[in-house]
């Protein structure tokens, strides 16, 4: 297996748990981030946008900072 592969698996693992434990919206999140890879396989945003943006969703989520994850919607929704 890849490597980068590997570490976002991980990622999106530690992001998942967070969720369960801060009671984020787990689906508004999990939506946001498919919406945000789909976005990357499709050229539309760049592998360091969606890297950064990625960073910052999983940031919000530690945090449990659902305006931080609006503001990425937002974002998103303009880049598109």
């Known amino acids: 297996m890849d490597s980068n592969y590997l570490t976002l698996l991980m990622k999106y693992l530690r992001m998942y748990k ?3 434990e801060e009671r984020t919206s787990l689906k508004e999140v999990k939506q946001l981030s498919q919406r945000l890879r789909t976005a990357y396989e499709h050229d539309r945003i760049s592998w360091m946008d969606f890297n950064d943006w990625m960073e ?9 900072a659902a305006s931080k994850i609006a503001i990425i919607d937002r974002r998103l ?3 598109l």
């Open 56 to 64: 910052e969703l999983w940031a919000a989520v530690d945090e449990g």
């Open 77 to 79: 929704n303009q880049a």
């Open 18 to 20: 967070a969720v369960y």
